[in-house]
Structures are given as C-alpha cells and as structure tokens.
C-alpha cells in the first residue's frame, strides 16, 4: 500500500552545519513531494516542494532532491540555525491522470540544532 | 498566521461531552480537510471536503462528525469521545485536490 517513511526519527547537528534529511516512498505513481516543518504548537509549515518531472529543486537554505529510481526525497538545510529545529515530514501526492489523490504523510524526523 | 485559522487552540472535555472543533480559511480555497495527530504517528487523514461537498471518509468512527457549511468553514463535531481520541487535530485547506495543503495550528483535544 502507500506508504512514506522517514529513515531516522531524530537528527542533531550542531548550528552552522548543514542538514540532510531523507525520506524514502513506495508509490511509484506518486508525482508530487512537499517538505512540511512542524515547530512546536504549530500546524505544518509548507517549506518546498518538487515535482517528479525534477530530481533538484531549491529553495532558500533548502534544497530537496528527489531519487525517481530508489523512490528517495531529501531535504538539506544549509547553515543549520537553532530556528530550524522542529519535526520535518516528507508527504506525497498522485496528481496526475485524473487522480484525486490524497497528501499522504511520513513519520517525521525531529531536527536538533545545538548552538 | 497560515490564513487557516482553527479554534478553539485547547479543548478537554469528558467522554459524554458534546463539543464542536471550527477552521476557517481565507485563501479562497475549495477543498478542505481534518488530519489527526497523534504522539510517533505520522498525520492521519480523516475527511475531505471538496466543494463543500465530502468526498473521503477514513474510515472515521461516527463519533467524529464533520460539517461543511461553506467552502470557507470546516466543523468537526464531536461526542461520546474515548481517552484514546485526544490529539491535535488539524484542518487544512488546497487550492484544488492536487495543491499542496496549507494548516491551522490545530486543536489540542483532550478527553478525560
């Protein structure tokens, strides 16, 4: 079934280093990627998105990449500050072919930025 | 603030209560959308709204009850509820079906 899964659940790093994030899929009928961000007492945030006609696709500080082959998304972050610590969830869509699709979400990984 | 807003932010209530969770969007968008979160679990979906009209049922039980009065307003009704039920819920809102969501801050439910 569709399924969107996070390899770790938490990532320290220490401010100024920079961040990478994976998450792996297995709907291989999925066309659309968002990076959401949770920080505490918050809704998700929408952070970046792709398509799956791109494999790279940035943002500011953010960078996602999408691995058609070995169903893998990733988001870096490039200077870690001690703002970007919260939860980070991956989440896929099927658009295409007339599809109505539901934002089907992954576990999440809580990103720690020590100062 | 997302331009979803959900109220109230807190809300405990006992299990014969009878509550009503409300979203409201102003991005004039059309679907709309209640999510469950739970503590290590990823985002639930529960219903959608498109045009006003519900087109998806999670499997819900029927103590969770959502109402679409507009395509500006999303209520969950809520009753007979189980300790288990207590989570943030969250409303969301797409341009259309194939749009990314944009979120409320949720609401923080706790049954006792």
């Known amino acids: 079934g569709e399924s969107v899964g996070l390899h770790l659940p938490t990532l320290s790093v220490q401010e100024g280093d920079n961040s990478i994030i994976n998450c792996a899929y297995s709907?291989?009928?999925?066309?659309?990627f968002i990076w959401y961000k949770q920080e505490s007492g918050k809704g998700p945030q929408f952070i970046i998105d792709?398509?799956?006609?791109?494999d790279k696709r940035q943002g500011q500080r953010v960078t996602v990449l999408l691995n058609k082959t070995v169903k893998h998304l990733s988001l870096q972050i490039a200077a870690t500050q001690p703002g970007d610590s919260a939860v980070y969830f991956c989440?896929?869509?099927?658009?295409?072919?007339?599809?109505?699709?539901?934002?089907?979400f992954g576990k999440g990984t809580k990103l720690s930025v020590k100062p | 603030e997302t331009g979803v807003t959900q109220t109230p932010r807190h809300l405990v209530m006992g299990m014969t209560n009878k509550k009503s969770l409300k979203c409201e969007q102003h991005?004039?968008?059309?679907?709309m959308y209640w999510y469950k979160q739970s503590a290590k679990k990823p985002l639930e979906l529960m219903f959608v709204?498109?045009?006003?009209?519900?087109?998806e049922n999670n499997s819900v039980p029927s103590r969770f009850s959502p109402e679409c009065p507009n395509s500006s307003h999303l209520f969950l009704h809520l009753h007979t509820l189980q300790p288990e039920d207590s989570a943030l819920y969250l409303c969301?809102?797409?341009?259309?079906?194939?749009?990314?969501?944009?979120f409320g801050s949720g609401t923080r439910l706790t049954v006792v």
């Open positions: 969301a809102s797409s341009q259309a079906r194939s749009y990314g969501y944009t």
């Open positions: 991005l004039g968008h059309n679907a």
């Open positions: 709204y498109s045009l006003e009209e519900r087109v």
């Open positions: 792709i398509r799956s006609n791109m």
């Open positions: 989440a896929e869509i099927v658009t295409g072919g007339g599809s109505q699709g539901n934002l089907i």
């Open positions: 709907n291989s009928a999925s066309d659309y």
